[in-house]
């Protein structure tokens, strides 16, 4: 039962697809106050979980912390960071009273979760023109079911995307990617994918190659194609500002990009220095951009990643303008009014300054609409718009596509990934509970970074990280300039990695049908442990497993130096790893606390009882997955219901790709 | 058995008081190589662990990570960060060949732990003039007190330094601390001291004090006394530049100041603006600058907090006149060649600069020495500096005092903060996992800002870390200015925050008994599990629990909305609860996994098999507390031997100071 609220005179985000009338009267599950902007609030019992909110930071119960829903490129993700890159304003309260939120305002709103008080939950923003929406259900999973359903079916990647990928902000020329190709291929490690960062590009223009280093793409793209390896390219938001590129003068032209108060094109500075901000947001302009993806889709190209798409802005020519004068005065006169610590927080001020946010517009359906107030939609955008491109160009076929900015809405159009994190044990635990919280608002394709992307990566921790990945539907290792190369075969014991990911193949027919149900039903393809043992009273409290999909819990070990973990079991589980070997153990556990061994070399997995999963033999590409005759562990006696199609079309409901396997 | 070997010239650091010869011939328990630099290698095997390093971060085991002793002012203590505030270079490599190393070299030191590669250990340095110390033992416990030995005894604080401290940078008047003197008093939370940041001096000139806040200081000390609180102050290492100033007169008049190359006195930029520093390293300086601190001991403080000694570095003239062309050509031109990336590394690259670090020079013994090559010894020498004067100033008395920076040999003066952390979760596991490492340094009398120093902290937040603070020898909540107000009485249900100070009042005589014992045995008073059950295969792994004194063990909760943890036994234990209502709930558990229930205002800890403990009734400072009729918990009909003197003097080999107590 969904109750729809309307304040004020709220912007049309397009997140919810489903009808929803407005609710007449009835209470709203809390306080509302409308005196300074709006306000929710509710009292909290000591008890009471609060779930969602999607990418953002923290646990699974996401009590305890005050999170600000403010789409921000942010590089370092501290456990007191309030804001990723995406805003995803659902929450589900569940305990004394059971309901879920959906704050649709695509401005910065605050959900302060026991913070302040540790009994209250609040949820304000500046101006009270927003839908709310409350849903009503016995369960938390019940009311996440209802809330998929009100926003559309999740975007499904073709299957190779399920394979791994190998990423590297620093990848520049065709050897480059050629060492990358020949470093997994002579090491028979698998991989589908290698991504292609800014560098490709001409001097950080979209849709250009760099001609120095590509001057025949497509003949590249089919070189490591039949390596079977698909390259995928990046896209950034911003359009360098310079004569005679296509892409620039067509934008100015046909006034698609945002502009100033006064009219002109708005100027922000990004990769390519200064740039234009195609306006996604203007239906015309939004078909334009995303028709420009044809430029590479044309040489080959089936997959892209769209990236800066907060929008991040490094500066502004006003920005710099303003800090000038005192960063100056301090370089002048350092023992003067001006200290260092200003002139740091003037520089650092620069970038991603909400000053600039407010001083650009968009034209939305004839109106003006100043970018602050619509600020977490930029991505979305962009991503729909290369998504509804994508639909016209071929309405037939599945395109990767993932972004790191999104809103409720964008989970139809494309996957995320976790954003820029950093090579720290932390962030594997992180990944993993960002994992359901993103389920719960529609995005199912997503994954991290893994090993992470900033900061020096070390063996172990990738190994760990990688073991997590074999469960993400986005599997990818990437890494920044700068930083310890993490490549597979980079490491000592290369048969390890080569392990590991042969897992994720050996377990992608299962991974894909779970993923390819929970899509198709509007259903989760991780849930926190809680949703599917609701009457288990510990099972609330477990931050660091998973249940996937209806078979298989996991349990990765996220701890440096550590040789196994302890886990839960809510009911009797097999409990089965990996070998190095290539074997598989499997034991039964009874239910309640254990203490596992897992060595650095082998992937576990729990299957429910009387439950079974399919196993293949191992490939080096997705492609060359043989699933006609699986291995099936677990419960004897037990059966599975697999999904498997062509992974490249949309014929989903085809009965034929049901099939019952017996274990 | 210690061998000494010499490689060069080292530096006379005097970390090392005992007499040892040096090595004849003999092996170094790996490859010492000195084509470039300094270079020891050798094998680590799968199995094999490594302790040590006192403040450093990750965990008790250090594998895994690549740690750089160099003395750094660091504010953000992430997961990649390898330098803290102190260098202590002592490790202890335990598996299949156990031995311990301690570097003596008072400049930038790399120790790459099975970093770059998993199964090789290396130290580096640039200059190949140490001391390297090579301990052989049966157990890595018997190699520290072989090493604890050699360094002579631990710093031996009032027993009033083991009462709750409040801090927080930011009180500035006498009536910020009346508040807080009073936020506690009326609550009925134990309290001992309030720490003085530097807001109480005048214009940050070290020793002097605010004229118009503190027009007659004596008086005040007084009044707070009167309360049985103590103050405080923290006292800065750089000498503010002001005519008139006498420290700064006569430091110039005398040649007490680090000096440039050309002879003048070294200028950089702190808290009071522009700086000399004292140059703690020439014994006549250090004699003067310690001597200063009578100008507060005058005025009835007893206890001091050494700051910024690393020595912190805002920027220098030189520094400044480096950046400003580069700077001021980005702000004249943004879309020129140098980009807003440059200007942040090189206005963050003003702080803590090497090039700064390179550039002035200390006096010893006749010779001029260039600071980078003995930088770690910055903070020790100012501490020393204290620590030699108040011998001097009443040798039968002890003050407080402890230090940001430090270097083994500095544990004889003072002990150490953890510095300026942050308020996350994680950090309550860095503060746990960093006691036994600095224990086995030397360093007992130490503890971090319990709540956190930087970002907002969360009332759970603080419980959770104070339920552990109640072990730590320092034991003190302190927070910056500019995040939120986290003393025990501005969070809802205070009663919670007064039961957990009361349980350190209560533990308290058992506390400074152990502490006491192991600063007078050269023990350590926070054991690794490992070190107290050498033969548990499993013991060796776990990393957050510690082994307190010889009766107990801490398991604290350090994760958010969690209600207990699992716990790890390597035997029968008394799983021992200090409920809200002041009762003690006392559980035999067996040996082996267990997860216990620990809520948010509860206080556990465990009693080892046949052992018991005191617990005195509470009191709201220590003088007041009764230790004449004790409860006794734990196994009946055993014993324990209570260390206590008047905490004041120095009288410790009395045997008037043991008694024993039976349960």
Sequence with gaps: MVQKYVYGTPFETEAVTARIDRAKGGSVCGEVSLDDGFCFTCALEDDDVVYGLGEANRGINKRGFCYVSDCTDTPHHTEDLQSFYGAHNFIVVSGSRTFGLFVDYPSKLTFDIGFTRMDRLSITCERADLYLYVIDGETPYDIVKQFRRMIGRSYIPPKFAFGFGQSRWGY???????????????NHIPIDMIYMDIDYMQDYKDFTLNEENFPDFPAFVREIKEQQIR??????????????????????????????????????????????????????????????????????????WNDMNEPAIFYTPEGVREAAEKVQAFFRNPAGEVSNMDVDVLVEGLANNEKDYASFYHQVNGQRVRHDKVHNLFGYNMTRAAGEAFERLDPEKRFLMFSRSSYVGMHRYGGIWMGDNMSWWSHIL??????????????????????????????????????????????????????????????ERVEDFRHIVEVRYRLLPYLYSEYMKAALEDDMYAKPLAFVYPQDAHAVQVEDQL????????????????????????????????????????????????????????????????KCIPVAETAEYVEALDTTDMKMIGYP?????LYEDDGIHKDYDNPANRRILKS
Tied chains: 1, 2.
Excluded at 266 to 285: C, K, M, R, S
Excluded at 446 to 454: E, I, K, Q, S, V
Excluded at 575 to 602: R, T, W
Aim: net charge negative; proline share 5%; hydrophobic share 40%.
């Design 430 to 491: 992180l990944n993993l509970r960002m994992l359901p919280s993103l389920n719960m608002c529609g995005f199912l394709y997503t994954g991290a970074d893994l090993g992470g992307f900033n900061a020096d990566a070390s063996r172990d921790l990738v190994l760990r990280w990688m073991a997590l990945g074999v469960f993400t539907p986005l599997m990818r290792n990437h890494s920044s300039m700068g930083t310890r190369e993490q490549e597979c075969f980079r490491f």
């Design 637 to 641: 006696g037990s059966s599975y219901t």
């Design 231 to 304: 390259l995928i390219p990046i896209i950034d938001a911003g359009v360098k500002i310079e004569d005679g590129y296509e892409v620039y003068e067509e934008g100015v032209k046909n006034g698609y990009f945002c502009k100033r108060e006064d009219g002109s094109d708005f100027v922000a500075a990004v990769w390519p220095g200064y740039t234009h901000f195609p306006d996604v947001l203007n239906p015309e302009a939004r078909q334009w951009f995303g028709d420009k993806y044809k430029l590479l889709t044309d040489q080959g190209i089936e997959g892209f």
């Design 547 to 610: 249940i996937l999909g209806d078979e298989i819990m996991i349990a990765p070990v996220y701890t440096q130096n550590a040789k196994g973990r302890y886990v839960y079991l809510p009911e009797e589980m097999m409990f089965v790893k990996f070998m190095p070997d290539g074997s598989i153990c499997q034991e039964m556990l009874p239910a309640g606390h254990h203490y596992v061994d897992i060595a650095l070399n082998e992937v576990p997995l729990f299957i429910r009882k009387g």
């Design 172 to 186: 520049r020329t065709k050897e480059d990617f050629r060492e990358v190709a020949e470093g997994y291929r002579k």
